[in-house]
Structures are given as structure tokens and as C-alpha cells.
């Protein structure tokens, strides 16, 4: 197909606009950018103050600087000195400064002498001269070009390889000209007059190409809220659904729950028993309940499941409980069948790692109704578990499934209560809008008697002491977790491979102790065999891989030795601490780390060392990884945020919030003529993803 010269609109595929051709579109779209509207959606990364360029003169050591200066020399390093920078001198009306990169030897092919650049970057001092080291830089042609690259506000987008910044921003200059103005208001008039939000055609112009730092504000101020009100519009509706669809209400006498809670050797926390309530009188009500378990490790989130599970199977139904990955589901499996066998409840595991035959059966009994309480993945879900009378889901580790897959089991069964359990504590702002369709309860107390966690990080130097005092730890009675990033040796990464390890431990460090040795590669029989040897205190040292991330429960462990412990992530390593601690005895977490570490390594193994607090952890980790990362939103099936900061703007996302929520209260699917301009944005912006009525 080929370009024409008809004005492109805002559904234009951007290959179809003019000056736009087939390489170019293959890399917009590998920035996700299809049609007009996708870039005209686009928020730049930052913009460079252009009108006031920093003369060279007044250039201060130190600060980065926007400035702009014809080439006058230019001085690629000498062959074979790579440690040489590549230079260039330029000049402007105040005088001369020289612009430097390492590493960039392409640059010798593209920077010529009397080119005009315009360069954004730090200043240092070299040999006594002033150095604008490794800046941007933009090469400026005269003429009608300088309006729009230089002496404005200029947009600097995100690249794809091989897509120049001159060339994005003119594309996108282009259509904000041609197409800016096509862009409809989706707001109510009322809510942008309430917010005092400016037009939404207006704010796309000035996103990119603005004529103030004013303006700027205001389109992104206005770019936020909308993606905020869209994605709580969303998350609104589906909560709507479930608070107006008919659900079951399981409210038995509570002899199961009785006779648990009789037999557990301690009582609820406080904690614990508001939660219970809040989630007991949801089940007892006759609409799905829909909500989010949200405890740090350790704080007891387990019972509280398996009471409801215990409610849901006395009221007649099944319930299913499931884990993000196979080696938690196993580990859920032990520790419901401990709880719930004793009292007559049969539970029975569904894992892929079953025999074809076997899991067939095992299909089969759930159908029947035969078996009260299934644990398994979340395949459980997508390979079409068929139940009899599924009444209750209860899904842990919840970040790591999405808004799509709850949506899913919720289809499941007949308006089945979800319980979603999270050992990820994130600050209540954040859980309205990542969660915005569940309630939430949270356990925000330990268990009496726990002691804080003594975590230190240590080289590899300190080994020998560390095994000593390992030694004397297991003579005093206690058990110890090593734990390692790898089950093999990896060629390229230099690794001691947990098997080795635990045979070196076994046979040279520790000849008199047990060693044990879990790792994902075993079956689940061998696997459940090594935890019940180590629950029975039989294995004194037990050698994993990051099986034990989660759910592992030894009261006697006192503990947790995290090797290449620069390997995790900040919620693993506070995960695999959890699992010491949980007896009378003080505990340890060591993280043993090996070379020089990395910042981030370094500000994780620092966070773990300052703080056993979950909700602190999650703070840092989430200000590490950012938000999308930190929620798995790509995964997640959530819209993702271009304009909003999660962290920065959160009073403008509550106030988005508060308006999706009165909007919904009005018009539950949107199908008020008025809102057609949002709806149609909403579904755009959620793919598909969400289903609404179709307008009558
Ligand atoms: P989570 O899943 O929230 O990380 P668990 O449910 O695994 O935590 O519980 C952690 C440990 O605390 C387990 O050993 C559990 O038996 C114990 N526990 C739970 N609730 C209490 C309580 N109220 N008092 C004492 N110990 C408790
Ligand atoms: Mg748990």
C-alpha cells in the first residue's frame, strides 16, 4: 500500500502518514505506536528549556546545562587509546567550550566542523577547561527547522534504536499540526470544571510542544488524571458488577472453624479475628465477596484462609486455593493438609508435574464433588477445572495475577467468593489504585512472642566465621536455611551451584550434621519427604534453591543464609527472611554477598539491613523498580500509566478515583449518551479487557 496525500486522522496508521515509511513505522511501531492517536498520546520523556540556552561563558562545573555553539574542531581519539575521549570545540557568542563522550566512535562520522548542536548535559572540568561531558546533543540545521528544535520548551522522547530524536519530535510536531485538534473531549464538562483540568485537545498540544512551563504543567496535569480516571473508571465498573451480581451466602453454624480453632496450640491475634470477621460476614452475605488479604510475611495469613476454606466446604462447597507457581502450590498443599485433614476434610493437589493418568483421576474425584478443598496453579483456572460446587477461591501471592485472571475465576463456578492474599504491603493509596476492585483487609500485627530479625550482610571473607557460627547455632538445638540463586553451575555466571554446595557442606564443612538438599527439580514426593525430614528437625542444614520463598514454616529455624544474596530482588530476600523468626528463639538473616556490588544491589542489601519492615521494604522497592515493574501492571492486564507517577501524583490519582466512583454510581455501564465520549476511551484504553453492556 502507499502513502497519500490525503490529511491523516487520528486512526491513520502511521505508516499511511506522509514522510513516514516502512522502516520508520517498524520502529514506531516497536514503541507501540500504530496510528496517529497512539503518538499523539505519547508523553515525552522531559523538555529542555531551549529559550534559555546556557552561554559558555557561564557555564558553572558541576550543573547540567542546555547550551548551544557552532563546531569549530574536532579530535577523535588516537587509534588504540580508548581511555582517550571523543572531543569536539565549539563556539557561540560568548566564547568557546568543549563537549566530550567516550565511548562513541561513530561520532567522528556524524559531528563536523561548522555544524550547529544544541547539547544538554553536565559540566566538569578537564586539564583546567570547561567540559560538557557525554551530553545529548542535537545537530541544528538553519532555517525553519530552528523553530522547532530550538528557543522553545522541547519535547525529548524515549528512543527505539535506530529513531532519531530530530526525526520523532518533527513526526510528532507534524501531527499534533494536522491531527492535535481532532482530539474529542472525553471529560464531563462538569468534572473538568470541577477539577479545572484544560481541554483534552489542548493538553495533547501542549504535552508535546509547549509555549510555557504553565502549560506543561496543565497538560500533564491533565494526562494524569484522565489516565488515572480511566483505569478507577475501570476497576469501578468491575466492582459495581460483582457488589450488583447474585452471590452465594455461606453462612454455616462454624463447627469446622470451631474445631480448628480449638486445636491450634495459640489464639488469633487481634488482627487475625477482625479479619476473619470481615471476611466471614462477606461470605455469609448473598453477593460474591471480592477482597484482598494483604500481611506481611509471617503475620498469619494462612489460618485466616483455611477458615474460610473450612467455612465454604461446611456450607457445602468446594473451595480452591492457588499459587502463582508450582513449588508454592506444593508448599500449600502440605500446609492445608495438615489443617484440614485432622478434621475430616479431604484435600488434594493438582500439579502438572502429575502423571497424565493420575491427574485425570484427580479431576475426576473434584468434578464429583468427592474432594472438598483443590490446591494447585493457577492452570487451574485456564485448563478448565471443572468443580461441582466451587464456593470459594482463594488466590496467594496476588501481584502476580492480574485484574484479567481474577475476572476469570470469578466466571468460574457460581459467583464463587475470591479471597486474594498478599504478602506485599503497599502503601493504601497504591492498593486503591492497583486493587481498585477488591476490598481490602489487612493484618497488620505479628504473632506475640516474634523477635526482630538480626540481619547483617557480610563478604565472602567471613565464610569460615559465619560456619562457626552456624555450628553453634545447630549445637544449641536450632536449624539453618542456605539458600542459593541457581540449582547448576551456569558457564557464564560464576556461581557455586546449590548441589555442590550442599555435598562441599555435607561431607567437608559439616561432617558430623545432616545436610539436606530442596531443590525445583525434584518431584513433589522427594521434595515433601526433605521438608518433613527438616519439620522433624532430622536435617540440620537445609541447602535450597528459592523453592523456600514462600510458605515454608520451622518454627526451630533460627537461620536464613541468603548466598550471592546481590542476586535477589528486595521482596524475595524479605520473603526468605520470613521464614526465620517465627520461633521463641532470636534469629539471623545473613547475606552473604560476593565482588563489588552494583548500586542498587547496594541499596537492597541496605534496605534489608535497616528495616524488618515489610511496609518500609515495599517502599524502597517499589522507588527502585518503579511502579510498572514493582506491579507487574504489563502482566497484570491494568492500563498502563504514561503521564501519572504512582508515587508523585497520588492526590491527583485520589481525586480521578473519587470521580470514577461517582460517575459508576450514576451510570453503572456507561450507557448515558453524555459518557459515550469516555466510554469510547475507556474501552480503547482497556483493550478489550473490559466487556462493557452494550449500549442500549
Ligand atoms: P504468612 O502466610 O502470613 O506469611 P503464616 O500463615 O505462614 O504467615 O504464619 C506464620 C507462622 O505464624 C506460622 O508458623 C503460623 O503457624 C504462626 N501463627 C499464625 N497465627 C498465629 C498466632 N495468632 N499466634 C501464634 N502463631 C501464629
Ligand atoms: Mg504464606
Redesign the pocket.
Known sequence: MTQTDAPPGLQTPLRFVKGVGPQRASQLERKGLRTVEDALFVVPLRHEDRTRLTPFRALVPGQAATCSGVIVGVSPPPPGRARVPFTVMLRDQSGYATASWFGWRYLARVLKRGQRLVLHGRVGRYKGAMVIQQPDYEIVESGEDERLHTGRLVPVYSLTEGLPQRALRTLMWRLVDACGAEVQEVLPEGVRARRSLVGLAQAVRDAHFPETDAALAAARRRLTFDEGLLLQLGLAILRSRVSRARGLAMNPRGDLVARLRAGLP????GA?ERVWEEIRRDMAAPYPMHRLLQ?????????VAALAVLTAIEAGHQAAVMAPTEILAEQHFMTFRQLLEPLGVRVTLLASSLKPRERAARRATVAAGEIACVVGTHALVQEGVEFRRLGLVVVDEQHRFGVEQRARLRGKGEHADLLVMT?TPIPRTLALTIYGDLDVSI?DEL??GRRPIVTVARAEAKRREIYKFLKAEVAAGRQIYVVYPLVEESEALDLKAATDMARHLGEEVFPDLTVGLLHGRLGFEEKDAIMQRFKAGEIHVLVSTTVIEV?I?V?NASVMLVEHAERFGLSQLHQLR?RVG?GEWRSYCILLTAGHLGEEAQRRIDAMTATNDGFRIAEVDLELRGPGEFFGTRQSGLPEFRAADLLRDTSLLEDARREASGIVARDPELADPAHRALRAALLARWRGKLALATAG
Open positions: 495459640w489464639k488469633l491475634t487475625q500481611g506481611d510475611v509471617g503475620s498469619g495469613k494462612t489460618v504478602a493484618l504473632p506475640p510458605g514454616d518454627p520470613g517465627r
